[in-house]
């Protein structure tokens, strides 16, 4: 439970409504939540999914794991407490993103449960879909992809408190979508995306 330190605060209406902004501007906001292990391919089927929408010009932005420590997030690390805060501010950002008509697509590894059902809370809360998609891939997979040698330095002790050697990650058990990236290639990953999004009224899929 986050702790409440601001007092005096008031919630400031704006002058129109969500349904009047959205209609404005011709888009509908939601939160698509990549979740997956290091390496399973989140942010390049997030990056190839992004580019896809922009390019049907659906309004759309990506939030990456990596990319958020650089500002928002920089002063965060990576146990436990500080991730539950890192995933507590990526929910609230990506509310945010969707209350302002934005197909908000967040790739994190995300590894606990309790913490992405947090982040779906927030916008069932704030009456925003939120939808979670699970990126398969084993371990193994993942570790032998390694683009960025971060396996390789946790199997030597290099790292610790790593997602899925010397740290937990708990899979999704009933997500909206699973992507089976250990065996797909991004591109049929990234229309299984658009189909998707299609299914759920967010967009219209390009003839």
Known sequence: ???????NVHWHEGNITRDERWKALGTKGATIWFTGLSACGKSTIACALEQALCNQGVACYRLD?????????KNLGFSAEDREENIRRIGELAKLF?????????SFISPYTKDRDAAREVHKEAGLDFMEVFVDASLEVCEERDPKGLYKKARAGEIKGFTGIDDPY????SPELVLNAGETDVAACVN?????????GLIEIAD
Do not use: H
Not at 98 to 106: C, K, Q, R, S
Not at 170 to 173: D, M, N, V
């Open 1 to 7: 439970m986050t702790q409440v330190k601001a007092t």
């Open 65 to 73: 794991g990596d990319n958020v420590r650089f500002g928002l997030n």
């Open 98 to 106: 969707a209350d302002a008509g934005i197909l908000t697509l967040a």
């Open 170 to 173: 708990e899979a999704p058990t």
């Open 192 to 200: 299984e995306c658009l189909r998707f999004m299609a299914d759920r």
